[in-house]
């Protein structure tokens, strides 16, 4: 069974990148078998999709964050990664990575978690 | 504003049975994309409760049940326990949107 570990900085600057890595044990990421994931949750609320990367390397973005978004892989650590720029307090909120096997349209992998204040 | 829309919260007695219910539209449950279900306690990551529907993850009791309807879908916990305590999300996805979509959560309290 694979495992998703976020990491990163916990505090980014106002108008500065946000950027987090997800190491995945327990498989690699190239096996063709997962689509890569992150999904946020702002403080006190519910879940967002953000964007996912594919076994090909292609990623995908919610509309609503795809001028800020970039997402990718380093086959070599086993890890994907997610940098939000133009950063804002709205951005403020738990990140997680999270796994879908492809084909499916649920998640049923998910990373603990990391808080991403952003403030100055 | 969330496109799947579930109520805030509910409660019960232990034993008891509540149901969570999950109300979309066209482009998305009703548009036969699955419903799932997820189950988040204090302080940690979302957990696979429910897929597809009707599906239950390995180690899921068969105290949740999920099913679905329309253009909704209901998250159905019988025998209610403590330790059900915890927020449930609906998930599905939007073809509109291009989105994954998340309902916006129920806070389950066990009386």
């Known amino acids: 069974q694979k495992q998703l570990q976020e990491s990163g900085p916990g505090l980014v600057r106002p108008s500065e990148t946000l950027s987090l890595t997800c190491t995945v044990s327990g498989g690699s990421i190239t096996s063709g078998d997962y689509n890569w994931s992150w999904i946020r949750q702002h403080p006190g609320k519910g879940l967002e999709w953000i964007g996912h990367i594919d076994h090909s390397g292609g990623s995908y973005h919610n509309p609503s964050l795809r001028s800020r978004v970039t997402m990718s892989e380093d086959t070599s650590k086993n890890q994907f990664s997610l940098n939000l720029n133009s950063v804002t307090a709205a951005d403020t909120a738990v990140y997680y990575c999270?796994?879908?096997?492809?084909?499916?349209?649920?998640?049923?992998?998910w990373g603990r978690g990391t808080l991403v204040t952003v403030s100055s | 504003q969330s496109v799947l829309t579930q109520p805030p919260s509910v409660s019960g007695a232990p034993g008891q049975k509540v149901t969570i219910s999950c109300t979309g539209s066209?482009?998305?449950?009703?548009?036969?994309?699955?419903v799932h279900w997820y189950q988040q306690l204090p302080g940690r990551a979302p957990k696979l409760l429910i897929y597809g529907n009707t599906k239950r993850p390995s180690g899921v009791p068969d105290r949740f049940s999920g099913s679905k309807s329309g253009t909704s879908a209901s998250l159905a916990i019988t025998g209610l326990q403590a330790e059900d305590e915890a927020d449930y999300y609906c998930?599905?996805?939007?073809?509109?949107?291009?989105?994954?979509?998340f309902g916006g959560g129920t806070k389950l309290t066990v009386l």
């Open positions: 999270a796994g879908r096997k492809y084909g499916d349209w649920h998640f049923d992998l």
């Open positions: 066209g482009p998305n449950i009703g548009a036969g994309y699955g």
């Open positions: 998930q599905s996805y939007d073809s509109n949107l291009s989105v994954w979509v």
